[in-house]
Antibody, heavy 123, light 108 residues
């Protein structure tokens, strides 16, 4: 069974930093792209960042570029999101999501989701 | 950037009725890399459909996806009480891997 467990959220002041983690189990971690998706209170889903299985390719939303860094440690089956220069508008639940696979091929996209970790940025 | 527009914003239906949700892309979605996910209040999203029309593991066959290019549809053939939720489409063809704003399906 795929399990994704996010941690590291909390209350931080504007301009501060946080590092989110996502511990993965139940699948061959290094085969899959991984994603961070966030959801501000009462709002829709917003894609934040994606990293390939090897870690060699990364993508960011414009809102995250230059402030957030996605990374992974395949030896620990763990995904990270380093968030710097946080703003009030970064307040959201941050979900970790495993990439898609079908018929032995691997794709971007979100197949399995964690329960999320809440980040609150106070101004 | 591919912008996804979902309609309607809210759909009010009764259990047993058919639901038809639309997702329109601002440009063609390469290889129809379009997914639909369901989210209930207080829960994480759940993947329903990927590749525009393939059901994810464990998803009941009352959920179906169709479409190609820029126009995609999620159909729920007969609404069950547990289907009242918000539905999002996402394109995963080209970064940024954008989501639509969502369609809420609520009980009439």
């Amino acid at each position: 069974e795929v399990q994704l467990l996010e941690s590291g959220g909390g209350l931080v002041q504007s301009g501060g930093s946080l590092r989110l983690s996502c511990a993965a189990s139940g699948f061959t971690f290094n085969n899959y792209a991984m994603n961070w998706v966030r959801q501000a209170p009462g709002k829709g889903l917003e894609w934040v960042s994606t990293i390939s299985g090897s870690g060699g390719t990364t993508y960011y939303a414009d809102s995250a570029k230059g402030r957030f860094t996605i990374s992974r440690d395949n030896s620990k089956n763990t995904l990270y999101l380093q968030m710097n220069s946080l703003r009030a508008e970064d307040t959201a639940i941050y979900y970790c999501a495993k990439g898609l696979s079908s018929s032995g091929y691997y794709y971007w996209g979100c197949e399995n989701w964690g329960q999320g970790t809440l980040v609150t940025v106070s101004s | 950037e591919i912008v996804l527009t979902q309609s309607p914003g809210t759909l009010s239906l009764s259990p047993g009725e058919r639901a038809t949700l639309s997702c329109r892309a601002s440009q063609s979605v390469r290889n129809n890399y379009l997914a639909w996910s369901q989210q209930k209040p207080g829960q994480a999203p759940r993947l329903l459909i990927y590749g525009a029309s393939s059901r994810a593991t464990g998803i009941p066959d009352r959920f179906s996806g169709s479409g190609s290019g820029t126009d995609f549809t999620l159909t729920i053939s007969r609404l069950e009480p547990e289907d009242f939720a918000v539905y999002y489409c996402q394109q995963y063809a080209d970064s940024p891997f954008t989501f639509g704003p969502g369609t809420g399906v609520d009980i009439k």
